[in-house]
């Protein structure tokens, strides 16, 4: 065998015993091309005296790079983003089931009590010299309510501003709040950036997915990204388009941010248009009921009727 | 079939399980130091529970691909002389992690099986096993790029996944797929459709 051929060098040469760091490092940066009897050159080399030393030298250096490798990641920011949106929704979920706890018990209190989260609010401004103690309970749960009303707020913005850097196109494109679900189902930026957009369209329908796979089920048109205004607000019979343009688009941006980086603000405009082509079929389709056919000549803009309210 | 040395039936709990000796890592029953090796949640485990000739023997050299928390690779690691164990998601990694602090012979590595190039400068040739359960497309393929750590007389030892392939094509034709794939470099020794891992088959192969 050729001593020292460079494609073939094991993670411990050139370090010492002992040197973590080092190793941590040539664990996850080296490569080779092919392995070797890594203990037996170990111990020719003298980084080792006998097998067991290098296996137990082998033990405390990978475990050091595999726990703190992994440690990182988890705290790398698209990591923390998923975290905190995952915290958001459980916050405004318990904060609406204890303003429903709230509201329950406070009408049996006080006959024209409100409701709501905003109630809780109202609650907690009031002084009330004659409470007796289920209305001093009352108005501490409704406190807890505030607080966590407060806090998702808090979460809200921290998600906003932090999806922005972590991913500026796709927060761009699908608004933060939704970019930073659309991470959570994924795992991470990179895995997102590697999912095709057919599985983008769907993500967070994977139950109705595999009812479709199954073949029990119609395919699902939309996952998570139906909260986004161009799937919602656009016309029921045309929502699948719309939904395979957007995830298409954000498929795109995500792919952009992991792998690039750089701000594309042409992709927003390019999103807008398609979504305005799409939107303008079912104008025409409503001016020209029952006749089934394409009609590509008309150019309508006008916003078109139907479901929604919101533009 | 002969058991791998380390492995054995035990009466825990008042029933005969599979078991090897190790400190308790899943929850799993033990008696004495024996711990349960759970057959319903390892497919390895369901594969020497149904009584596939692995090649194990106890003592072995092992390069694990897909590891996740180490359920398995704990009892692999039990009986084993080296177990490389390759997993690529972090956040299993701190599970296994805490398996590998707290026996002698694991080494968990945050690598791509994928990628052998990016572990080969650690991991040791003339290997005994290879135990696969990537649930990635091109399960096949990470066999076949992986062989290069496996003695000539070494075992792969896999579980393929069919839902990994293509969740809609059906599991046989996913099955026959891969195991063309794997002909390429390894002759198939064994098959088999595992109770309680559906959509699995387990093979067993050897380099050709």
Redesign the interface.
Same mark, same amino acid.
Do not use: C, K
């Given at each position: 065998m050729s001593e020292g051929t460079p494609a073939r060098?094991?993670?411990f040469e050139g370090l010492e015993r002992g040197d973590l760091d080092g190793a941590r490092d040539? $664990? *996850?940066t080296?490569?080779? *091309?092919? %392995?070797?009897?890594? %203990?037996a050159r170990a111990v020719e080399t003298g980084f080792a005296d006998t097998d067991e030393e290098y296996?137990?030298a082998?033990?405390e250096a990978? $475990?050091a790079?595999?726990?703190e490798?992994?440690?990182e990641? *988890?705290r790398a920011d698209d990591r923390q983003v998923i975290h905190a949106v995952r915290a958001m929704d459980d916050t405004e979920r318990m904060a609406n089931e204890l303003a429903e706890r709230v509201a329950e018990w406070a009408v049996s209190r006080e006959a024209e009590a409100g409701t709501g989260i905003e109630y809780c609010h109202e609650l907690v401004d009031r002084e009330d010299e004659n409470a007796e103690p289920a209305d001093d309970r009352v108005a501490a749960l409704a406190e807890r309510v505030v607080d966590l009303d407060n806090e998702a707020a808090a979460l809200e913005t921290f998600v906003e501003r932090t999806v922005r850097t972590v991913a500026p196109n796709l927060a761009a494109l699908a608004g933060p709040t939704l970019a930073a679900r659309l991470l959570a189902l994924a795992?991470d930026l990179e895995s997102l950036a590697r999912t095709s957009s057919s599985t983008v369209q769907v993500l967070g329908a994977e139950d109705a997915l595999?009812a479709h796979?199954r073949g029990s089920a119609p395919s699902p048109k939309h996952g998570v990204i139906y909260t986004h205004e161009y799937v919602r607000h656009t016309h029921p019979e045309e929502r699948g388009s719309a939904a395979r343009a957007l995830a298409g688009k954000l498929t795109i941006a995500a792919r952009i941010d992991h792998y690039a980086g750089d701000r594309r603000p042409d992709l927003a405009r390019e999103l807008d248009e398609r979504i305005a082509r799409i939107r303008a079929r079912r104008d025409d389709a409503d001016e020209t009921h029952d006749t089934g056919g394409t009609h590509d000549d008309t150019e309508q803009r006008s916003d078109h009727g139907g479901d929604d309210g919101a533009a | 079939m002969a058991l791998p040395e380390g492995v054995a039936y035990r009466e825990i709990d008042g029933e005969e399980r599979l078991a090897t000796q190790g400190a308790a890592v899943y929850g799993e029953p033990t008696s004495a130091e024996w711990r349960a090796w759970d057959v319903q949640r390892s497919k390895l485990g369901a594969m020497i529970d149904a009584g596939m000739d692995t090649g194990l023997a106890g003592g072995d050299g092992v390069l694990y691909l897909g590891a996740a928390n180490g359920t398995t690779a704990s009892h692999v690691a039990d009986v084993a002389r080296?177990v490389y164990a390759v997993e690529f998601?972090?956040?299993p990694?701190?599970d &296994?992690?805490a398996v590998?602090?707290s026996r002698?012979? &694991?080494?968990?590595?945050?690598k791509n099986a994928h990628h052998p190039?990016?572990y080969?400068?650690?991991?040791?040739?003339?290997l005994d096993a290879i135990v696969q359960d990537v649930a990635t497309r091109g399960q096949a393929g990470v066999a076949c790029a992986n062989r290069?750590?496996l003695a000539a007389d070494g075992r792969l030892l896999a579980a393929i996944k069919a839902r990994s392939e293509d969740?809609?094509a059906d599991p046989g034709d996913v099955f026959d797929a891969a195991l063309d794939e794997l002909r390429t470099t390894y002759e198939i020794l064994d098959t088999r459709r595992l109770a309680h891992h559906t959509d699995h088959l387990a093979v067993v192969a050897r380099p050709r």
């Open positions: 060098t094991g993670w040539a $664990i *996850e080296g490569s080779a *091309e092919s %392995p070797a009897d890594w %203990p296996y137990a082998l033990r990978t $475990i790079a595999a726990g490798a992994a440690a990641r *988890e795992g595999f796979l | 080296a998601a972090s956040r990694m701190g &296994l992690v590998a602090e002698n012979t &694991l080494f968990p590595l945050l190039e990016t080969a400068h650690v991991v040791e040739t003339d290069q750590f969740a809609t």
